[in-house]
């Protein structure tokens, strides 16, 4: 792109057969990169049902992420979300189990941690008339160690927007800005001009970093939602958004994957060859 280009840079798209290696490169270069077919065309059917049928229950605008009023203005009044997936459709443990997320996560967060685990899973389900979300960071959940360590912070959360319909620009796409995952400052700020709409079929996936700018987009449609759901993992140091042992009790995970029960809470951290012990332990007498 010259510097007299007004129009922002593109998101690259790839089919889920691509090398990781490739994918790497783009998510590295733009801070997010498209993925198509990334998931089978069964499982989002089945969640996608599973989600339509979940949402009647939760009303719009509920959700404040644990911040009221602000929280709630961030995700929107006229949007339903909701989590604990697993207990909506056992279909989410197969998307847990995805081998290309393993390895998309595997490169970007074992070089910060021993382990990593679910930061949450919503169903994210943007309503007619809702304007766009505030453009801003995932990584920012952990501002007190973003903080100090900027610009040195290494990835410490992988996210996921997931079409669970067709998800358009009129619909409400998420919205990236490519190449702001490199900062000169933590309080950069992009504008919506610079930023372009990852449109998905269902089973496609926007993999974006936990530092890229980014937001759902205006759902500009009088009477349609926009239906896609988010998936995140966390470095195992760190506190996810949802707490997810709470939501899947001891037992539930049995005959579950060793990665579902890891991402869940079921299992411990491993520090790996780093210095300390594990952590998220437990050590009692089973009565
Ligand atoms: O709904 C979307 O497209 C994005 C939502 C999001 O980025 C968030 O809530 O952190
Ligand atoms: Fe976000």
């Known amino acids: 792109m010259s510097t007299s280009d007004p129009s922002p840079r593109h998101l690259e798209r790839f089919s889920a057969s691509t090398d990781v290696g490739m994918l790497l490169e783009a998510l590295h270069r733009d801070g997010g990169v498209i993925v198509e077919g990334m998931f089978d065309a069964s499982t989002i059917t089945e969640m996608s049902g599973a989600a339509d049928v979940w949402a009647n229950d939760f009303e719009a605008g509920s959700a404040t992420q644990g911040m009221g009023a602000a929280g709630a203005a961030f995700v929107g009044a006229n949007t339903i979300r909701f989590s604990s997936l697993g207990r909506m459709s056992p279909a989410f443990f197969d998307m847990l189990d995805n081998p290309l997320f393993a390895a998309l996560a595997d490169a970007e967060l074992l070089a910060a941690c021993g382990t990593y685990w679910l930061n949450t899973a919503q169903v994210m389900y943007i309503g007619p008339g809702e304007p766009a979300q505030a453009l801003h960071r995932d990584a920012d959940n952990w501002w007190e160690y973003l903080s100090r360590t900027f610009p040195d912070t290494p990835e410490i959360t992988l996210s996921m927007m997931i079409g669970l319909d067709h998800v358009t620009e009129e619909l409400g796409a998420t919205r990236v800005v490519p190449g702001s995952h490199i900062q000169d400052d933590l309080g950069s700020q992009f504008t919506e001009a610079e930023s ?21 987009g205006a759902n500009r449609t009088t009477d349609r939602w926009r239906k896609a759901m988010h998936l995140s993992v966390v470095a195992g140091w760190l506190t996810p958004e949802e707490a997810s042992p709470l939501d899947y009790p001891l037992g539930s995970l049995v005959g579950r994957s060793t990665r579902v029960q890891q991402l869940l809470g079921h299992r411990s951290y491993v520090p790996g060859d780093r210095p300390g012990a594990g952590l998220w332990l437990r050590h009692v007498k089973e009565i």
């Open 196 to 216: 372009v709409p990852a449109e998905l079929g269902p089973g496609d996936a926007l993999v974006y970093s936990g530092y890229v700018f980014h937001g759902g």
